[in-house]
């Protein structure tokens, strides 16, 4: 697995040399901006933080969902300089690198459905939340481009 904190140094780079226009330019309608993409990651971050130190405590927890379009309209990421986002969501995510490395090993195997879903252990939650700043991060250079 690819750690959270190897992703933030790796794609630091790369995001911090799209201007302002390329953050802010939308593809097409309905289609997020890179500020928008690393605004809906840092409210991923913000819901799944807190699975993390819940599901670290307690097994077979049953945790909400979030909606994910009204949690960045709410940011407004797309008014927020590139720069806020960019640094908001470097020094959020490399805390949440910190939380999963510390989470207590035999907790890994706790339970916990999200939004109504299957249960999952919480290692799987983790896991997938680095796998799920990769898929999203991984769009930011074709959304970036005139």
């Given at each position: 697995?690819?750690?959270?904190?190897?992703?933030?140094?790796?794609?630091?780079?790369?995001?911090?040399?799209?201007?302002?226009?390329?953050?802010?330019?939308?593809?097409?309608?309905?289609?997020?901006s890179?500020?928008?993409?690393?605004?809906?990651?840092?409210?991923?971050?913000?819901?799944?933080?807190?699975?993390?130190?819940?599901?670290?405590?307690?097994?077979?927890l049953?945790?909400?969902?979030y909606?994910?379009?009204?949690?960045?309209?709410?940011?407004?990421?797309?008014?927020?300089?590139?720069?806020?986002?960019?640094?908001?969501?470097?020094?959020?995510?490399?805390?949440?690198?910190?939380?999963?490395?510390?989470?207590?090993?035999?907790?890994?195997?706790?339970?916990?459905?999200?939004?109504?879903?299957?249960?999952v252990?919480?290692?799987?939650?983790?896991?997938?939340?680095?796998?799920?700043?990769?898929?999203?991060?991984?769009?930011?250079?074709?959304?970036?481009?005139?």
């Amino acid at each position: 697995m690819t750690s959270l904190a190897l992703v933030v140094a790796q794609w630091q780079p790369t995001l911090r040399e799209l201007t302002e226009l390329q953050a802010s330019r939308h593809i097409a309608p309905g289609v997020w901006s890179a500020k928008q993409i690393l605004g809906h990651l840092i409210d991923s971050g913000v819901n799944n933080h807190v699975r993390f130190v819940w599901a670290s405590r307690e097994d077979g927890l049953a945790l909400p969902g979030y909606d994910q379009t009204a949690w960045v309209e709410a940011g407004d990421y797309q008014q927020r300089p590139w720069a806020d986002v960019l640094a908001l969501w470097v020094a959020y995510q490399t805390q949440l690198a910190h939380v999963i490395d510390t989470l207590p090993p035999d907790s890994l195997d706790h339970t916990l459905s999200v939004g109504g879903s299957a249960p999952v252990t919480l290692r799987f939650i983790a896991q997938d939340y680095v796998q799920h700043q990769l898929h999203h991060l991984n769009q930011i250079p074709g959304r970036a481009q005139p």
